[in-house]
């Protein structure tokens, strides 16, 4: 569950690109074993999630039988959210996009899960990598692209982003997750180690993803802003809209679980950039024995939000 830069609200998960025959991804995260904390996290998105798909499906003419691109479709909490809406005005067609043919198969389950047999929404799945030139090759001309925080992985955002826009019928929107706001969980004062825990461990994941971003072979900067790459690649009615994910304490035992994962996770990306002091303290948090674990606390929680950038070609 630790994230990239810009505050996004959830998982190192989307932008699977460029992968080798062992399922690892560039970003040299191994996918598969990922896949209960991508659940989980789809869980606690599920309502955000909602939202997007209700606002998104309903951009598209009620004339058209829709077909929905999700790119780098992860474990497919988003790909679920968007069947619903799509069988709720009567069909359409649902194209699975990922790198990872192991996401690809969670996500597909999950989906035809969810519809239950109906088959007025058609599911397919595509392996492919967003990163690659060829990109787009055997994939439908769609009405909406939906790309979940996997842009910013790729070395040039601004050509992905375009790429991306080449995919869409006339009238057709993309929409971007990116930016938003970093995920909240714990209290400002732990009781253990030194107050601002969190602010400090999401300074330097930022660090980190500005690392990784300057380590992408060929990595071209992106000086200006989402609706910017979107006007720039040739699309219209440019706006933004944005969801919170807010589950407040006390905690449910999903909540609880969630995060757990996320500080384990977010202590993983961040590791060595963490003082002694702190690499402690998340220690102490972790340990499921220890009284200070932080998954038996009821002042944890979970407040997030994430912003969708829009346009029509």
């Given at each position: 569950?630790?994230?990239?830069?810009h505050?996004?609200?959830?998982?190192?998960?989307?932008?699977?690109?460029?992968t080798?025959?062992?399922?690892h991804?560039h970003?040299?995260?191994?996918?598969?074993?990922?896949?209960?904390?991508?659940r989980?996290?789809?869980?606690?998105?599920a309502?955000s999630?909602?939202?997007?798909?209700?606002?998104?499906?309903?951009l598209?003419?009620?004339?058209?039988?829709?077909?929905v691109?999700?790119?780098g479709?992860?474990?497919?909490?988003?790909?679920v959210?968007?069947?619903?809406?799509?069988?709720?005005?009567?069909?359409?067609?649902?194209?699975?996009?990922?790198?990872?043919?192991?996401?690809?198969?969670?996500?597909?389950?999950?989906v035809?899960?969810?519809?239950?047999?109906?088959?007025?929404?058609?599911?397919?799945?595509?392996?492919?990598?967003?990163?690659?030139?060829d990109?787009?090759?055997?994939?439908?001309?769609?009405?909406?692209?939906?790309?979940?925080?996997?842009?910013?992985?790729?070395?040039?955002?601004?050509?992905?982003?375009?790429?991306?826009?080449?995919?869409l019928?006339?009238?057709?929107?993309?929409?971007?997750?990116?930016g938003?706001l970093?995920?909240?969980?714990?209290?400002?004062d732990?009781?253990?180690?030194?107050?601002?825990?969190?602010d400090?461990?999401?300074?330097?994941?930022?660090?980190?993803?500005?690392?990784?971003?300057?380590?992408?072979?060929?990595?071209?900067p992106?000086?200006?802003?989402?609706?910017?790459?979107?006007?720039?690649?040739?699309?219209?009615?440019?706006?933004?809209?944005?969801?919170?994910?807010?589950?407040?304490?006390?905690?449910?035992?999903?909540v609880?679980?969630?995060?757990?994962?996320?500080?384990?996770?977010?202590s993983?990306?961040?590791?060595?950039?963490?003082?002694?002091?702190?690499?402690?303290?998340?220690?102490?948090?972790?340990?499921?024995?220890?009284?200070?674990y932080?998954?038996?606390?009821?002042?944890?929680y979970?407040?997030?939000?994430?912003?969708?950038?829009?346009?029509?070609?």
């Amino acid at each position: 569950m630790g994230s990239h830069a810009h505050g996004h609200s959830h998982g190192h998960h989307h932008g699977h690109g460029h992968t080798d025959d062992q399922g690892h991804t560039h970003d040299h995260i191994d996918w598969a074993t990922m896949i209960p904390d991508l659940r989980r996290e789809d869980a606690m998105a599920a309502e955000s999630g909602a939202e997007i798909a209700r606002r998104l499906i309903g951009l598209i003419p009620a004339r058209t039988e829709p077909t929905v691109l999700d790119i780098g479709a992860g474990a497919g909490g988003q790909s679920v959210a968007f069947a619903r809406e799509l069988l709720a005005r009567g069909g359409g067609r649902l194209v699975l996009v990922d790198a990872v043919p192991e996401l690809l198969e969670v996500a597909q389950h999950s989906v035809k899960e969810a519809l239950a047999g109906d088959d007025r929404v058609r599911v397919e799945t595509v392996r492919a990598d967003a990163a690659a030139a060829d990109f787009g090759t055997g994939l439908p001309g769609a009405d909406l692209v939906w790309a979940s925080r996997s842009v910013h992985h790729l070395p040039d955002q601004q050509a992905g982003t375009t790429r991306l826009a080449e995919l869409l019928r006339p009238d057709g929107w993309l929409a971007l997750a990116e930016g938003g706001l970093a995920m909240r969980c714990l209290p400002w004062d732990l009781g253990i180690g030194a107050p601002g825990l969190q602010d400090r461990l999401l300074a330097q994941r930022e660090a980190g993803f500005a690392q990784m971003r300057g380590e992408i072979t060929d990595s071209t900067p992106m000086p200006y802003g989402w609706n910017v790459t979107l006007s720039r690649a040739g699309l219209s009615a440019v706006t933004s809209f944005s969801v919170l994910t807010d589950h407040p304490a006390p905690p449910s035992p999903a909540v609880r679980d969630s995060v757990v994962a996320w500080l384990r996770g977010l202590s993983e990306r961040v590791g060595d950039r963490v003082s002694e002091a702190d690499r402690a303290t998340l220690a102490a948090l972790l340990d499921p024995a220890a009284e200070t674990y932080l998954g038996a606390r009821e002042d944890i929680y979970i407040l997030g939000a994430t912003t969708v950038f829009l346009g029509r070609r």
